[in-house]
C-alpha cells in the first residue's frame, strides 16, 4: 500500500514510510508524548488533518480492518506512550506470535502505531494523533454535526488554525537556514511550499552558499512531486535588509548554523532549530548516499507536516514558541524495524 500515492503524492513508493500524510507517520514513542502533551491545549476539531482524501481513508479503515488489530490498538491506547511488547498484545489477541507480526506490520504500514525497542523487546504504541486525525475526518464526513458540535459548517469557518481556503489570511514567511544552502534547507523550502497550499512562502538562505543546489537534492524533490523551478543557493544577507520580506519563522535546519551569529532578522521572527544531518557531507556508496538523501528528505517532511497542522491562530506567542521547539526535538533518526522479536 502507498500511502503516498493514494494521498495524491506522485512518485515511487518512498523509502521507510516517507511520504505519508499528515498525522500518519511513525514518530519516537519520546516525541509522540511530547507533541500529545504540549497540544492538549488546542481545540479539539480539524487542527491535525483537514482534508484526508476519502482513498486514504479507505487504506487506513483497511488497517484496521480486523479484530485483532482493533484489540491491538486499543490496548496501546490505553497503555498511552510506554506501550505493549509485541508478545503480550499476541497473548491479549488470541493470536500466535507470527500472526500478530503480520497485524503489525500492517498497522505500523499505516502509519497507525510505531516500535520502541528496549533491549530485546519491541514496544508497540498507538501513533495517537494518526488516529484522532482519521476519527475526525471520519466524523466530519459522515457525521458533520457532532464534528462541529452543531450545523455543519464550511471548513473555511471552522474554529482553529488557519483555513485552507480563506482568502483573507496572510501567508506565513518561513525562512530555512543552514550553512552551503545546497541540499537540507532547500529541501524544506521545496517542501513547504507545496505543503502550506498557499498559508506558508517559505525561503531558505546560507551563511555560505555553495555555488549550485545539491544534485541529489533536486532528485529526491523531483521524484516525489515537488517543484524544483527557482531553488537556488542564496545567502542569508538577502532577508536581512531593510527591503526583504519580513520572516514569521527562521529555522536552522544545521548544528552549524545554529551556532553562527545571524543577522537580525526584519520583524522579529520566531525561531528554533531543527537539525537534520547534512546529506551533502555523506561520503559512500551509491546505495548508502541515496538512503541519507532519503532519510533527509523524510526527516523534513515528518517536522514540517506537524508545523503546518499547528492551529496558527489560536495560540499565543508562548505555546507556539513551545511547539515549533518540540518539532526540533524530533528523533533524528528513529529506529525501523519491520518484524518484532517475541521471546520464545
Known sequence: ????????????????????????????????????????????????????KPNLIADLMAALAAEPRVRAVQAMVLAGSKGVPAGDLAALCGVSPSTMSFHLSQLREAGLVES???GRTLHYIANLIALEALGQNVTRGFCPAIATGGA???????????????????????????????????????????????????????????????????????????????????????????????????????????????????????????????????????????AVFNDAIRMLYNRIAIFVSLPLSSLDRLSLKKRVDAIGAMARDPAVTTTPDVPA
Open 152 to 290: 455543519p459548517q464550511d471548513i473555511a469557518t471552522l474554529p482553529g488554525g488557519f483555513s485552507m481556503t480563506s482568502n483573507d489570511v496572510t501567508p506565513k514567511n518561513v525562512l530555512f537556514l543552514c550553512t552551503g544552502n545546497s541540499a537540507r534547507s532547500q529541501i524544506a523550502e521545496a517542501i513547504l511550499n507545496h505543503e502550506g497550499q498557499g498559508r506558508f512562502r517559505a525561503y531558505s538562505a546560507g551563511s555560505f552558499p555553495k555555488d549550485a543546489v545539491h544534485p541529489r537534492a533536486l532528485a529526491v524533490l523531483k521524484r516525489d512531486g515537488y517543484p524544483v523551478e527557482g531553488l537556488r543557493p542564496k545567502s542569508w544577507d538577502e532577508f536581512a535588509g531593510p527591503d526583504a520580506p519580513h520572516m514569521d519563522f527562521v529555522f536552522t535546519v544545521c548544528d552549524d548554523a545554529a551556532g553562527e551569529t545571524c543577522p537580525i532578522w526584519p520583524g522579529q521572527p520566531m525561531t528554533a532549530h531543527w537539525g537534520v544531518p547534512d546529506p551533502a557531507a555523506f561520503e559512500g556508496s551509491e546505495a548508502a548516499t541515496a
Open 1 to 52: 500500500m502507498n500511502l503516498a500515492r493514494a494521498n495524491g503524492v506522485p512518485g515511487l513508493p518512498h523509502p521507510r514510510g516517507f511520504g505519508q500524510p499528515f498525522g500518519a507517520r511513525v514518530w519516537s514513542g519520546a516525541v509522540l508524548s511530547i507533541y500529545i502533551e504540549i497540544t492538549r491545549d488546542a481545540r479539539p476539531h480539524f487542527d491535525y488533518i483537514r482534508n484526508m
Open 116 to 118: 520502541r525497542r528496549e
